[in-house]
């Protein structure tokens, strides 16, 4: 990494900053140059220095200085000599000298001595090992590069802990950075506490390598030396700096030392001041300039050198940034950052209500949220999502920051809740016709009679019948009907959920806003009533059989006709005309429609089609009162066929029903007057149809 902005300075340098005295503290009464001594398993001496600001003392303890054996009750049984002996067994305030000692050993043996100092205790671990260590020293490098399974010793500083529980750390030399999952303290695990590490101190582990998910890791080590570091960061105040711009004080116990600060090359927007000694504590201001853009983070190093030895601390020193408003598109072609994003959308596939996981969705795509709150800034999730009243098919604003797991995109931060767009109720179709207009429902049904599959027009229909008119269903939330309604793929009969909101159009109820969608579930296909008709199929040949096939069938409102001919060049048929009759008694056969009761038929008129089969004029040959005109006809055409459907209304059908609920039909077509064709053949026998 490049550095600007490097100066160095004795720390004996005091300079008059009322903001760094103003922040510096009294720290540490009690420092050990090594909390971890190694006694060669031959016999010797280790030493340490003890510096203190008063008087202190070894505490004494079962397994030291003397390894005392009680009964039950919690009487003496017995006292040895520890195998573990030192020169001093307290001190004054100052620095002090300690040396141990130990004889030869055909075992391991290991001791944790506790220093007490007004009020503060400090963990020396002394360890004698049986075998003398075999492992190599390794870089950080060639850590990395490894083979899986291989134990691994390094030495480095320790630049971060990423858990205190475990021990997960990252350890830097010379050659790059090596990652520890997990720091074994007597070789049981969520002890690392007691090992007293902290960042910047110097440490000597080994364990396997144990890759994770392709990232190489040393797992489980063992910690063989801690050189407790010279340099030491205690406070930053003041981070996050605001957008305009501002100070964030560092405070730093530098114990001897060349002290330096460097800033990364490429956060030119920070810069450091003078350091001040302040009571014995360094003072750093970092000054940042205006932010015009995202919000930015850089990491801070502060050296101190001796005898050609680096010891350092860093500090994280964040800015705010501006907020970017962008689509659930635009926020994934981003790149991973500190930087705050801005997204509107639905929520969908809500997978934990403590924290707040889930899919936001746009018209542009999906993203996974992972954490939300609703105090109003980046930081820690509080497990509060309950309580903010968030559920699937809410449209929602949020503030995050770019982040990844796993090579996958996601909201991160935590982020929190900007606005609650559309705070949708859950209701049957039945319990939204009830609802006040401008409401916002979940509502579930089936959808029936699409009217538009552009804009999404259709009725829906819930579980007890109910029907509602939706005017327009998007696949996402948006103020103004997108068209994108094809997309979604729906039909007639699928189960739809959907959200919209409580609207009256022409003292209409319906389904405004547009709606837009939430999910669906195939319905069983609608069965075709064509398949089930009545039909008659002309068995007659040549002229006989133009007129190929009747069918027919009646619902609760209509009574539909489909009749189909044969097509010739020029189009032979000029009319058709339709017979409806009860079939009981005497009957008159008239070729038309007729309106009147079983005794008395009139034929009302004949219909004049032109080449294509389209129904050009109506002749009418009775009072305009008893006209009865179809609600709709189409005429399909292909190169051998002609194929009419015809919809009546099913009251005048009435007129003709049988006793037996039935009626009976037949058809001809004409060409001009002196030609016709007619199911059945050219006879009375008829098509009966139930009603």
């Known amino acids: 990494m490049k550095l600007r902005n490097i100066f160095t300075a004795l720390t004996a340098a005091a300079l008059a900053l009322v903001g760094c005295q103003k922040e510096a503290e009294f720290l540490d009464e009690v420092q050990v140059s090594k909390s971890f001594v190694s006694l060669d398993v031959d016999g010797g001496e280790a030493s340490i220095t003890v510096t203190a600001n008063a008087e202190w003392v070894f505490e004494t303890s079962d397994m030291w200085p003397e390894i005392i054996v009680r009964d039950k009750e919690g009487n003496v049984t017995s006292s040895t000599p520890s195998w573990l002996s030192i020169d001093k067994v307290s001190g004054g305030a100052g620095e002090t000298v300690v040396t141990f000692s130990a004889e030869a050993t055909a075992e391991t043996r290991e001791v944790t001595l506790l220093i007490a100092c007004a009020g503060v205790k400090q963990n020396v671990k002394v360890l004698q090992m049986a075998e003398k260590v075999e492992t190599p020293l390794s870089t950080c490098a060639e850590a990395n590069a490894g083979e899986t399974g291989k134990i691994y010793r390094v030495k480095g500083t320790v630049t971060s802990i990423a858990n205190e529980t475990y021990g997960n750390m990252y350890i830097t030399d010379e050659t790059g950075t090596v990652y520890v999952y997990g720091t074994l303290y007597q070789g049981a695990e969520k002890q690392f506490s007691k090992h007293g590490i902290e960042v910047g101190d110097i440490v000597t582990v080994e364990g396997p390598q ?79 300039t205006p932010n015009e853009g995202g919000a930015r983070k850089t990491t801070v190093t502060f050296k101190t050198n001796v005898d050609g030895k680096d010891y350092i601390a860093m500090a994280d020193v964040e800015q705010l940034g501006a907020i970017k408003a962008v689509t659930v598109e635009e926020f994934l072609a981003a790149a991973e950052g500190t930087a705050l994003y801005e997204l509107t959308g639905i929520v969908k596939n809500l997978k934990n209500t403590t924290y707040g996981n889930f899919d936001l969705v746009d018209a542009t795509g999906s993203v996974y949220v992972y954490g939300l709150t609703n105090n109003g800034a980046i930081g820690s999730n509080d497990k509060k999502f309950a309580e903010i009243g968030i559920n699937e098919g809410d449209v929602i604003t949020i503030i995050g920051t770019r982040a990844a797991y796993n090579g996958a995109a996601q909201v991160g931060g935590t982020a929190y809740l900007k606005e609650h767009v559309v705070a949708a109720k859950e209701a049957t179709v039945t319990e939204f016709l009830a609802e006040s207009k401008g409401t916002w429902c979940k509502v579930t049904g089936t959808i029936a009679n699409i009217k538009s599959d552009v804009y999404g027009n259709f009725d829906l229909v819930g579980e007890d019948g109910a029907s509602v008119y939706v005017y327009g269903l998007t696949t996402s939330y948006v103020a103004k009907n997108d068209k994108s309604f094809a997309n979604l793929g729906l039909k007639e009969g699928d189960i739809v959920t959907l959200v919209g909101k409580r609207d009256i159009y022409n003292d209409q109820d319906q389904v405004g806003g547009p709606a837009y969608y939430i999910s669906h579930v195939e319905g069983t296909p609608a069965a075709d009533p064509w398949e089930t008709a009545a039909v008659f199929t002309n068995p007659a040949e040549g002229d006989d059989a133009k007129v190929k096939e009747l069918k027919a069938y009646a619902d609760a409102d209509y009574f539909y006709v489909r009749i189909t001919s044969t097509k010739e060049a020029p189009f032979f048929a000029n009319y058709f005309d339709i017979q409806f009759s009860d079939g009981e008694g005497e009957t008159a056969i008239w070729w038309g429609w007729t309106t009147t009761g079983t005794k008395n038929y009139y034929q009302e008129h004949k219909n004049e089609l032109d080449e294509n089969g389209n129904i050009t004029k109506m002749r009418w040959y009775t009072d305009p009162d008893t006209r009865v005109y179809v609600d709709d006809y189409t005429t399909t055409i292909s190169d051998t066929e002609v194929v009419w459907e015809i919809k009546y209304p099913r009251a005048y059908i009435e007129a003709y029903k049988s006793s037996t609920n039935t009626v009976r039909m037949s058809v001809m077509t004409w060409k001009d007057w002196g030609e016709y064709w007619v199911i059945p053949a050219r006879g009375n026998e008829m098509l009966e149809v139930a009603l």
């Open 210 to 288: 144990s890759p994770y998910n392709g990232s190489p890791q040393l797992k489980n080590v063992t910690v063989i030396e801690i050189e407790k570091s010279l340099i030491k960061l205690e406070k930053v105040i003041s981070t996050p700096l605001p957008l305009e711009g501002g100070v964030a004080t560092v405070l730093l116990t530098v114990k001897a030392g060349e002290f330096s600060v460097e800033i990364p090359e490429d956060a030119t927007w920070l810069t450091a001041g003078e350091p001040a000694d302040i009571n014995g504590v360094t003072c750093v201001e970092l000054t940042a």
